[in-house]
């Protein structure tokens, strides 16, 4: 079946621009998780989503970053007055709600933010 | 609080002899205990966890891992390495607790050399 996936895979943007990151689940899947690794470097956990609420919010660096999920599906990472140092690789995983502390997550390519 | 390490950033292992990539963790309560690997400009693929029962799980790839309660480890293992396992490896714990969130550890890089 399809995995999950994100788009776009590559966006370059200006310092000071808006960008809008989009993650597609696993149908079925109702935890969400955003994360962002830098080139080669660990992963820094942004936010979670279980159903269209997110438990846990603490790994958003600053108010410039905030998420959404909708219909329990689609998720939407927006990054307000970007700056050089948003530029990473944001990772969307999903994860099924049977056992949901005991499934592992599958993870989308990511996708590439240069920021100018 | 939860947390992982994984306290070498780099092993270097030679094609057809075994590996090890450590791992140990911390947490309050029974720990669920995953590893990822991840290739070249690739995202993370699982590759095993520990829930519950034998404490030697089999995974993707002929990778195994033990997990061993007392000394709060998972260490990752192949008995015979190959070329293409060269990536990063992260290791990460959860606990049965609906808020929580998954813990990474902040990844192992293996070579495996010719």
């Known amino acids: 079946g399809a995995g999950v996936s994100q788009s776009p895979s590559n966006k370059v943007t200006e310092k000071g621009k808006d960008v809008e990151l989009r993650c597609d689940p696993i149908s079925g899947h109702t935890a969400l998780y955003w994360y962002r690794q830098s080139l080669g470097q660990g992963l820094e956990f942004l936010i979670y989503?279980?159903?269209?609420?997110?438990?846990?919010k603490s790994g958003l660096p600053s108010d410039r970053f905030s998420a959404e999920r909708t219909g329990g599906s689609v998720s939407t990472l927006t990054i307000q007055r970007t700056q050089q140092e948003d530029s990473a690789v944001y990772l969307c995983?999903?994860?099924?709600?049977?056992?949901?502390?005991?499934?592992?997550?599958?993870f989308g390519p990511g996708t590439r933010l240069t920021v100018t | 609080a939860q947390s992982v390490a994984q306290p070498e950033d780099q092993v270097n292992v030679a094609e057809g002899n075994p590996l090890t990539v450590k791992c140990t963790y911390s947490?309050?309560?029974?720990?669920?205990l995953f590893w990822y690997v991840q290739y070249p400009n690739r995202g993370l693929q699982f590759l095993l966890k520990y829930i519950t029962g034998d404490n030697l799980v089999k995974g993707s790839y002929g990778f195994e891992a033990e997990f061993n309660k007392s000394q709060t480890s998972f260490h990752l293992k192949k008995p015979s390495a190959l070329v293409s396992d060269s990536a990063l490896y992260f290791c990460?714990?959860?606990?049965?607790?609906?808020?929580?969130?998954?813990?990474f550890g902040p990844g192992t890089r293996l070579s495996v050399l010719p």
């Open positions: 995983a999903s994860s099924s709600p049977l056992g949901v502390t005991r499934t592992e997550q599958y």
């Open positions: 990460a714990v959860r606990t049965n607790n609906y808020g929580q969130n998954f813990v």
């Open positions: 989503f279980q159903g269209n609420s997110a438990p846990d």
């Open positions: 947490v309050s309560g029974n720990p669920y």
